[in-house]
């Protein structure tokens, strides 16, 4: 019997169907010990001992799947492999998983071991460093040697990071440290050259899931825009008006708050200037003339009016102030951060996106129980891995 294309098509979409189906059937009647094994793997990457499988089966047959979530999250492999693979992408800017651990990876990865508050991941004084007694290079403001000999060594980074602080092992003013914005490896992607409105953009993208292109506002007043922007670009007006002010005139007031910083690639570290302005503020200043000429650190967040408001921002906070950290406090204390962070989990947990209105629904009970744990970023792994277990 000869089939045509429309045939062919056909009998593939029906399989296609069939199959689904049977992977639902499967995952509908899998027991405890089957949802066990699937949250074990998708949470540490590697499968559990039948001692640790017996344990987490034991939890979810008794009705506490997210009791067997922390089981799983005992497994160093979630440190060093899942935990891993999720922060590296938001160190650089290729936004690549193939870089070597550093003090930004190993910082997050700590906070998250620990239950630190992780809204506050953007402004603590705060570094993860190899423990004693490791025969690691000194840790060093200026390369990462020390980081990547924990990496070729293998280092569990379950026992073997313990937490210190910026300003005690770089020498950081504390009043200057920034959590993860201010790790070495941060300056290193998005200190150097430049303006640093890199560091504002991928902020914006890891910790609030938004590129610029969404949250474009041209109702914002446009008189804290750097003279580096043109104000007819190709000789139009309209491309400053209807486009440039879009974007510039939300972020260069809160970049402002990076005024004082930049990597040094000499010195291959990050370089602070309290008080003075890093010349960068000022590239092409000439273009026109007439545009904001930074004086300090001062930021305000004007996206606290217009639809950007819809990110949720903080009413305690005075939406305004000076410096990195108080703009990192402003940032993890929106309802944008929160559900941010959960929906990465639920992505990495599920291995897939949010697709429907239940989806919808776990995240914004996920970011209302991330934030009442505390910030606690394994009680949104736990209750994105007790939603997924039945996948």
Not at 24 to 45: L, N, S, Y
Not at 79 to 97: A, C, D, G, H, I
Not at 323 to 335: I, M, N, Q, V, Y
């Amino acid at each position: 019997m000869l089939w045509s294309p429309d045939d062919a098509v056909t009998f593939a979409r029906r399989m296609t169907a069939v199959v689904a189906l049977a992977a639902c059937a499967v995952a509908a009647h899998a027991g405890p010990r089957e949802q066990a094994k699937r949250m074990h793997d998708r949470i540490a990457g590697v499968p559990p001992s039948a001692a640790v499988l017996t344990q987490m089966e034991a939890e979810i047959a008794g009705g506490d799947a997210g009791a067997a979530a922390f089981i799983a999250m005992d497994n160093p492999a979630f440190y060093s492999v899942t935990l891993k693979n999720l922060v590296s992408p938001w160190t650089n800017r290729e936004q690549s998983v193939f870089v070597p651990l550093n003090d930004y990876t190993a910082t997050v990865i700590g906070m998250v071991r620990d239950d630190l508050p992780f809204n506050e991941v953007l402004s603590a004084d705060v570094l993860y460093v190899g423990t004693g007694g490791l025969g690691l290079p000194a840790v060093s403001a200026s390369n990462n040697d020390h980081y990547e000999q924990m990496e070729t060594r293998g280092v569990n980074l379950l026992t073997g990071l313990q937490r210190s602080t910026q300003s005690g092992v770089y020498g950081t003013p504390p009043a200057a440290t920034a959590g993860v914005m201010t790790t070495r490896a941060a300056a290193q992607s998005f200190f150097i050259a430049g303006t640093n409105r890199a560091m504002f953009r991928f902020t914006l993208m890891n910790y609030m899931c938004r590129d610029l292109e969404e949250v474009q506002d041209t109702s914002r007043p446009p008189d804290l825009i750097r003279q580096d922007v043109s104000r007819s670009p190709g000789g139009d007006a309209r491309l400053f008006l209807n486009n440039c002010v879009g974007c510039h005139s939300g972020m260069d007031p809160m970049a402002q708050a990076f005024a004082y910083y930049t990597y040094d690639e000499a010195q291959g570290r990050l370089v602070y200037t309290g008080g003075t302005v890093q010349p960068k503020y000022f590239n092409n200043d000439t273009t026109f003339a007439y545009g904001f000429r930074t004086p300090d650190d001062r930021w305000e967040n004007r996206w606290r009016a217009g639809h950007n408001a819809l990110l949720g921002w903080d009413a305690s906070l005075p939406g305004s102030g000076t410096g990195a950290k108080s703009l990192g406090e402003e940032f993890g204390a929106s309802d944008a951060f929160a559900s941010c962070q959960v929906e990465k989990v639920f992505r990495t947990v599920c291995l897939r996106a949010p697709q429907d209105a239940a989806d919808r629904s776990q995240l914004a009970a996920m970011a209302g129980s991330f934030r009442g744990s505390g910030y606690r970023l394994k009680q949104a792994f736990a209750d994105a891995a007790t939603y997924c277990m039945g996948d």
